[in-house]
């Protein structure tokens, strides 16, 4: 829920707004191919927007989102609209007030059950409707389940998946 505009004159339409799942991992891949640069041999987590930047409104370069945290924990998916969060504990934005001005140690808080959102609606996740709408909670436990079998979960007691790789190094 972050902006990003994009400039390109001659290719992007001026005026045009997409709502179009993106993240920051899926640069690399755009701008190789803007300038027509090849990618590492290595695996991308990211994905082209290239058809999105030139106002292809029907392309979906990124159907889905995984949300890892810490050293490898799951704790939601997201298939276009709807986020599925796993339970899990974690350090709200919140932070205690402190004498001097500053904010004090954050508020731990913890996720207990499964939670649906339709971030469409509610882009601040506010109300779980995870009881009117189990068949996209069983759509959202598949792609959590591919998640795990290909990157691994910690929360779920699974060190590894079959695609995990070795962190890059300079």
């Known amino acids: 829920r972050v902006p990003f505009i994009v400039k390109w004159p001659g290719v992007t339409p001026t005026g045009t707004v997409c709502s179009k799942l993106s993240a920051t991992i899926d640069l690399l891949p755009t701008l190789a191919e803007v300038v027509g640069a090849d990618l590492p041999d290595k695996p991308i987590d990211g994905v082209s927007l290239v058809e999105l930047w030139k106002g292809n409104q029907e392309a979906e370069p990124r159907k889905d989102f995984f ?3 810490g050293k490898n924990n799951l704790e939601a998916v997201r298939k276009g609209n709807w986020k599925l969060v796993f339970p899990h504990e974690f350090a709200s934005y919140q932070a205690l007030p402190e004498n001097d001005g500053f904010g004090g140690p954050r508020i731990r808080l913890r996720v207990d059950s499964l939670e649906l959102y339709n971030l469409m609606r509610d882009p601040g ?18 792609v959590g389940e591919r998640a795990r079998e290909e990157l691994g979960d910690l929360l779920t007691g699974r060190e590894k ?9 300079l």
Do not use: T
């Open 67 to 69: 949300y890892y945290y």
């Open 125 to 142: 996740e506010a109300y779980n409707v995870i009881s009117m709408y189990p068949e996209k909670v069983e759509e959202l436990l598949l």
């Open 161 to 169: 998946g079959s695609q995990n790789r070795e962190i890059g190094r």
